[in-house]
């Protein structure tokens, strides 16, 4: 939403925010805030104390070492290097996404393609019939996603 300039009155987070434990959160404005009561709202995943304070500390370690800064760097990289591919790579069509989640449409059926990336070490997911999608975690360093470009072109460009 920040990318957008929209300012949701409620906000449904999940899955990293416990670091591959489960954990949900709704996050609200005050206006919304004020019109639950105890016990009108719950969750599955809302309010173990372990899982809690896991989250807690991911949130601090997000902010104390930038890794919303140093995702949105790496973005721009891996967003650049996906547009020079696409540029030079017939089976291509377009690229899209937005900072580290980033999507490859393709002229070609997608799964081979992925089954090809697997066998060299990359991971991603074929999501469409000719889609893949490509999200890295937070703490991927240029390098890695210069080795991804590299595989990427390789196995596209055959």
Not at 11 to 25: D, E, F, N, R
Not at 27 to 44: E, I, K, N, P, R
């Amino acid at each position: 939403h920040q990318h957008y300039q929209v300012k949701p009155q409620i906000l449904t987070l999940a899955k990293s925010l416990g670091v591959g434990l489960p954990i949900g959160a709704c996050l609200c404005t005050q206006g919304v805030a004020d019109t639950f009561w105890t016990g009108a709202h719950g969750s599955t995943y809302g309010g173990n104390p372990l899982v809690s304070r896991v989250a807690h500390r991911f949130l601090q370690i997000l902010t104390e070492e930038g890794l919303l800064e140093r995702a949105a760097k790496q973005g721009v990289f891996l967003q650049q290097g996906l547009q020079k591919l696409a540029q030079s790579c017939d089976l291509v069509d377009h690229v899209r996404g937005l900072g580290l989640m980033a999507g490859i449409a393709l002229k070609v059926e997608s799964k081979p393609v992925m089954r090809a990336l697997l066998e060299k070490g990359l991971i991603v997911n074929a999501v469409q019939e000719k889609a893949l999608r490509l999200l890295p975690p937070l703490t991927v360093s240029e390098e890695e996603i210069s080795e991804a470009l590299f595989i990427l072109e390789e196995v596209l460009k055959g």
